[in-house]
């Protein structure tokens, strides 16, 4: 999914979480609202903590780690899709940022 696909209104549609996997000092620097912060490395132990029965939206810095995030949670049985471009193109379209 791209960032363009998101609606600017609602860019996390109700349902459905975004989930950040970048690392901590990335997210520090600026991340979405609400957006629920799991590094890439730590979410093997971490990923009871998502919900199972919504929309997982991945994003990572430009959507390299995102990409692998969302091919390993999809082969769990997770229903996730990656944000090509990821914060990057997030932030060039004026989503909101914090």
Do not use: Y
Not at 36 to 46: A, E, F, Q, S, T
Not at 77 to 95: C, F, K, S, T
Request: glycine share 10%; hydrophobic share 45%; net charge negative.
């Amino acid at each position: 999914m791209a960032v363009t696909d998101l609606d600017p209104a609602q860019p996390v549609p109700s349902g459905t979480v975004l989930l950040d996997v970048r690392e901590q000092d990335e997210w520090d620097a600026g991340h979405a609202p609400d957006a629920v912060h799991i590094p890439l490395g730590d979410l093997p132990d971490r990923v009871d903590e998502l919900p199972e029965d919504q929309r997982l939206l991945v994003v990572c810095h430009a959507g390299g780690r995102s990409a692998q995030a969302t091919a390993w949670l999809v082969q769990g049985g997770r229903d996730a899709v990656n944000v090509e471009g990821g914060m990057v193109d997030w932030a060039r379209a004026g989503l909101p940022v914090v």
